[in-house]
């Protein structure tokens, strides 16, 4: 089955689109459309930061340079992603309207200036955003070209106003039913004579005042109301808009394992999942790490609804925000496009389409560069990414099946990050969650990743890397699926607190998790940088680095030992057969090997099929009625041959390839197969 996120049902080419910058500069909009044909784009998202010109004063409106750009985008055919221009008001406002400025950490009511720094609390900002919102959509409601909203750009931070204060207080007595006796319980209010004994007292965490981590409670409940509130901001906004247009889908950008608002909650909002990507290829850490990194990244988004999503932004060149702002070395534009589609992605868009000629992002890349001409390199490579597109146009709307799932939970990450203890300076949540992923990765599998909510029965292995916090209903759900037949693979700091940090009594982990992994973790160890550990695995020495867990085992069975200091010969990977089901713990860190050799033999017992693939060489599937789509990407300088036991024919060639495929330095090949059903 196909699933397609909007009306057009192709895959989609294009890019940010900001004319307004341009107004001055007659002819360039029949340029830039004859422009894009050649690049062979197809959509553009238009009008994102356009505020200032549709309402150049309180309540005056001036729609004829926007009609302009509407009207011939779509007399040429060119899809329209349509913003509503939320992220950077016009000064009329701030200045009429302070209380739509923020208030920062400091509590210091910001100046005008930048963007996306609005108060999501603010009456008046809902309302003219509304009111603007609602008129742009009554314009151009009934134009079949425009198929997406694009709702306001990249939302995030937070406000520590009056306003949001109030906000934040309202949603406090909701949350705990009127009762500060709950409140207090939850925010463990008797560490340092800390009792709330009025709603009025509190006040969100700021850096004059309460810190984030000495009530992590209180710092978990801002957080989730900081998420909340930008939700409820950004509703609005689609209300606002799906009144006079009900039948075109919304979506917003999201940032990718953004740390500050949690999107597994945001994207229930939302009808089409898209984000912003921004690799930094040929970085010091090197391209094979880059590529499973944003791999995972990729995979979260396509998990958010289990289903297509959309590429909205990412650079044809180089961004101008990096510290190094390396170009794309030949190959790697069109690489890393490809790597999008292969995982899930139904489009690829550009951050931008023409370079502006002055402020912040004049040389940010873009497909048109301040020569002006539809010429060199990065033109080139754009279109040969379009044409690529409209040579696997079948492929669109096909979906991802996946039988391994790594967990990446955005609550849990704030709160083991805010947590103190361990490795204060940085525990590394993200790049554990990742370091599990790329063992998949680098195996050909495809992989969800998932939040901590999701349906776990679907797959045969979920690993949950440092799953520090975890309800007590979570920890049923952990149960119940090891107890049907699942593996769960788990590590170090797992279930030592509930969701408002608060520490499961009776032992780590917490409630039946200690039954599910047989085992208890008494201690934990932290490493200085300098220090290693080792484990003796299989008969082969492993290093430890950072962390490592003094366990003692009920049921469970050691099948890896730490080899030096006052723990040596203890266990520090155990195993359990639990019910029907199998959960394995990894009690320390590894320093880049373990991870491979344990992985090798989980996945070999297991009946899940995986592929031998040069290092370097990525392998993924998306599926339709009846057919297969494989997608080899070669992230090495060098060219590689793969082997797979499938006959697959090449979709850019029409040519039938056998068992091996050279798979060129910085390229992909992209197959397809039938198969049964589908
Ligand atoms: C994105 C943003 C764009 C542009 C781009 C530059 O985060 O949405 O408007 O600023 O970054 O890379």
Redesign the pocket.
Known sequence: MKEYLTSYHHFLHGA?YNPEQWIRYPGMLDEDIRFMKDAHCNVMSVG?FSWFILEPEEGKYDFAFMDQVVDKLSEHGIKIILATPSGARPRWLAERYPEVLRVSRDCRREKYGFRQNHCYTSPIYREKVANIDRRIAKRYQGNQNIILWHIS??YGGECHCGLCQQAFRTWLRDKYGNDLDRLNDAWWTGFWSHIVTDWQQIHSPTSIGEPDYVLPGLFMDWKEFITWQTTSFMREEIAAVKAVTPDIPVTT?FMGPYQHLDYHFMKRYVDVISW?S?PSWHSERGDIVEAYSIAFAHDLHRCFHHRPFLLM?S?PSN?N?FDICKLKRPGMHKLSSIQAIAHGSDSVQY?QWRKGRGGL?KF?GAVIDHRGEAKGRVFQDVREVGLLLESIDEIAGSRTSAEVAVVYDYRNRWVLENASGFQNRDKKYKRTCINHYKEFWKRGMNVDVIGLDDDLERYGIVVFPMLYSVSKENIRRIEEYVAGGGTAIATYITGYVNEMDLCYLGGFPGGELKEVFGLAAEEIDTLYETDRNTVRFQNRVYGAVDYCELIVPTTAEAIAFYEDDFYAEKGAVFKNEYKRGTAYYIGFRDSGEFLAAFYDTVIRRSALKYYDLPYGVALHTRETKGREYFFLENYNKFDAVVKIPENIRNLETGKEMYDSIVVKGYDAVIGVRSVAGG
């Open positions: 940010d994102i750009n990249e950008n912003d921004y932004e650079t961004t925000w951050f992002e940010h």
